[in-house]
């Protein structure tokens, strides 16, 4: 029994901030109505929960030990005076999507230069040689904008790299297969670390933020500068032509909205602030980007080499 409590409270320490405590032990009910409970699952008094949503007399919360996890149960079964300030914040900023987001973009071939142990650096594991740029990440902004509601233990295994330890995300099969198409490193986890850091504070649904940097990732590699990046390999460009093309691509005053990220003389990263409208197109995103500046203004693409 002890070791069963165990595993619960590891399983349910996902979003600390993002609690209620349990002070009775009630009904966990697959419905709002009440008039389902598979596997005639109860709370547990003392342990806490994740809050999912919320009705004026009842809570849907996560509960790991049951099928399906989701569950309402009555709000006189919790000690709501222990909800925690923090999360009343968080779940604020969860909820309002983020105005403005930097689309990070990374320059594969350079990125296994120097990271060559790496899963996702292996000539075995894919059959590409080159590919291009691949998604890092899509970061709302501004940058102090991260961890929202996440529990610090969660938030420490992300910053020590243990993403392999980090709580699986539960995408659907579509969206898995949309991530992995344009991010290797999923394969490391990366996945895991965008959401618990940035994910978190977008104001989407883990698959709405996955879907949507997917597509913009794509709508990128399928544009006019895209193709001249891919073409100039092993040769020096400037951050003067990518923003010309960039307007070429995407619309007037693009190329403003785009910087270069370098590092040893290579291209490493295109970097592009996008509004955080609803739209799917990047070029309606980028119109509503923020103006940035580029500390690399020329690099070299590199060439698959490693």
């Known amino acids: 029994m002890r070791i069963l ?5 590891f399983l349910n320490i996902i979003y600390a ?33 994740r809050v999912l949503d919320e009705k004026p007399n009842s809570v849907y919360i996560d509960v790991p030990y049951a099928s399906p996890r989701g569950r309402w149960v009555d709000k006189n079964c919790f000690d709501i005076d222990r909800i925690s300030a923090e999360y009343k914040k968080n779940i604020t900023v969860k909820n309002k999507t983020a105005s ?16 060559r ?26 940058k102090s904008r991260a961890y929202c509601g996440v529990d610090k233990k969660i938030v420490g295994m992300d910053r020590n790299k243990q993403w392999s330890r980090l709580p699986e ?11 992995y198409d344009v991010m290797p490193a999923a394969i490391s986890g990366l996945e895991k670390h965008e959401w618990i850091k940035h994910g978190t504070c977008s104001g989407m649904s883990k698959n709405e933020y996955f879907t949507k940097s997917v597509n913009y990732t794509k709508q990128f590699n399928s544009s006019t500068l895209a193709i001249y990046i891919n073409a100039n390999r092993g040769k020096r460009i400037i951050l003067k032509d990518i923003r010309k093309l960039a307007d070429r691509s995407f619309g007037m005053q693009s190329g403003e909205r785009i910087e270069m990220v370098c590092s040893g003389g290579l291209i490493t990263e ?4 996008a509004g955080g409208d609803n739209s ?3 070029v309606n995103a980028l119109k509503s980007g923020t103006k940035i500046k580029s500390s690399c203004h020329a690099g070299i693409i590199d060439k698959a080499g490693w």
């Open 270 to 273: 295109i970097r592009l602030s």
């Open 100 to 115: 403005q987001f930097i689309l990070s973009l990374s320059w594969h071939d350079a990125f296994c230069e120097t990271h």
């Open 5 to 9: 409590i165990s595993v619960i409270l």
């Open 17 to 49: 901030d993002n609690f209620i405590i349990a002070n009775k032990s009630c009904k966990a009910s697959n419905n709002l109505k009440a008039t389902k409970n598979s596997g005639n699952i109860s709370v547990v008094p003392t342990q806490r929960y």
């Open 117 to 142: 142990n790496k899963k996702e650096c292996k000539r075995n594991i894919f059959d590409n040689k080159e590919h291009g740029f691949v998604l890092h990440g899509l970061w709302p902004q501004p």
């Open 280 to 282: 799917i197109s990047l």
């Open 169 to 179: 995300l539960g995408l659907s099969q579509k969206t898995k297969q949309g991530l």
